[in-house]
Nanobody, 121 residues
Framework: QVQLAESGGGEVQAGGSLRLSCAAS????????MDWHRQAPGKQRELVAR???????TYADSVKGRFTISSDNAKKTVYLQMNSLTTEDSGVYYC???????????????WGQGTQVTVSS
């Protein structure tokens, strides 16, 4: 079983920064993509950023130029650097990995438990 553990959430004032981490444990043969999603109260969960195995990235329009997703393969960790935070960035942030556990297995998706980010004005 693959387990993901997020950390780095907290409360910050608008304009501030936070760095989220998501560390994976368990056997992983190949990673296809690693995501950060967020969910604000009363809203649907949305994709914030994605890091592809190829090294490519994609971002939600609302965070482009402010957030940066990166990965450290040796540490099996994906990061989300969040700068110039606004109150609209508040919510629970979840990481999701799409991985292959062995050469012969299908890709499966795993979610972390979430970390709260609160941006105050």
């Amino acid at each position: 079983q693959v387990q993901l553990a997020e950390s780095g959430g907290g409360e910050v004032q608008a304009g501030g920064s936070l760095r989220l981490s998501c560390a994976a444990s368990g056997g992983i043969f190949r990673t296809d993509a690693m995501d950060w999603h967020r969910q604000a109260p009363g809203k649907q969960r949305e994709l914030v950023a994605r890091f592809y195995n190829s090294g490519g990235t994609t971002y939600a329009d609302s965070v482009k130029g402010r957030f940066t997703i990166s990965s450290d393969n040796a540490k099996k960790t994906v990061y989300l650097q969040m700068n110039s935070l606004t109150t609209e960035d508040s919510g629970v942030y979840y990481c999701k990995w799409r991985v292959q556990r062995s050469r012969s297995s299908y890709y499966q998706e795993y979610w972390g438990q979430g970390t709260q980010v609160t941006v105050s004005s």
